[in-house]
């Protein structure tokens, strides 16, 4: 039995979404990929084809850098979803101008909704240094609510470091 909502957080390149994909690959069920990253660049291009490589065959992967909503309401028992990562999909509401607070709300609403088990992966950022900019401090303290968030409402949270699941909450399956 999956937990419903599982977090899965550490920081950039910390093995966090190999750790994840190891999670849904082990469960048996449809294996659901949300991106929700947006490609602008050859370094994001890149990015992109080493986790499709990274995950291997299996996967149906749904592109939702914004409205998660649709795709997990669509979700069903026989599915589980990766949603990698939060923290993209926050950076895209943000630079994008949009409601923060209300998008925050919509997400959680969505999660909480969904009939499938749900993992979903998100970076670690307050352990650094303050930003020296207005943008990137409030993208700091955004992405900090949101780990709150999703760990407040997650039946497992994960902490992943140096490639090692530290369980901050709820068990293993």
Known sequence: MYPDLTFVLGGAASGKS????????????????????????????????????QRGQGWETIEAPLDLGPALGNLTPDDICLIDCATMWLTNHLLAENDLEQAQSNLLQALKSCRAPIVI????????????NALSRRFR?????LNIALAAQADLAVQVIAGLPLVLKGQLP
Not at 22 to 50: C, H, P
Not at 141 to 145: C, E, K, N
């Open 141 to 145: 303290d955004a992405q900090g609510r």
């Open 121 to 132: 992966v998100s970076n670690e950022v307050g352990h650094g240094i303050v930003p020296d």
């Open 18 to 53: 190999a750790f994840a994909e190891q999670l849904i690959v082990s469960s048996g069920k449809n294996q659901i990929y949300l991106a929700t990253s947006q490609v602008f660049d050859d370094e994001m291009r890149e990015k992109v084809q080493r986790h499709i490589a």
